[in-house]
């Protein structure tokens, strides 16, 4: 006669279905948790890039000018001093172009604690089994 204290191979089989089954639940709600706050950091990075660029068209704009009307005042010829402004706006937009990237460049869009928990839980899975095995021989 089986007593009901000792758990059955059936029992027991059940029992990994389910865990293995609220594991990937859990794995896959966490996932998609991770993966929307990796896209959020996205946007924001986008949308400051984006207010950054626009606020800047302006100011540069009348920067530029400002700066192009000083140096024709200084004596330099109307050539020249477009020359000169244009290369100083290039050199901006260039330093602010390689940190809107870099800044992009720095997401990554691995879901890296999923894939450490994912890895955890499949290790816990078949130390669980292995105990199971064991207990199953006895």
Do not use: C
Not at 11 to 30: E, P, Q, T
Not at 57 to 72: E, M, N, T
Not at 74 to 102: D, E, K, N, R
């Amino acid at each position: 006669m089986v007593e009901k204290d000792t758990p059955t191979i059936s029992g027991s089989l059940s029992d990994i279905v389910a865990n293995v089954s609220d594991m990937l639940r859990l794995n896959l709600s966490m996932f998609r948790v991770e993966m929307s706050q990796k896209m959020a950091r996205v946007v924001r990075a986008v949308a400051a890039l984006a207010v950054a660029a626009v606020v800047l068209v302006f100011a540069l704009s009348y920067a530029v000018f400002s700066l192009y009307l000083w140096i024709v005042s200084t004596g330099f010829s109307p050539q020249a001093s477009s020359w000169i402004v244009s290369g100083v706006a290039l050199a901006l937009g260039g330093a602010l172009l390689l940190y809107g990237i870099g800044a992009i460049m720095k997401l990554s869009p691995v879901p890296e604690r999923t894939l450490d928990e994912f890895g955890k839980n499949i290790s816990a899975l078949k130390a669980n089994l292995k105990r199971g095995a064991a207990n199953d021989a006895r």
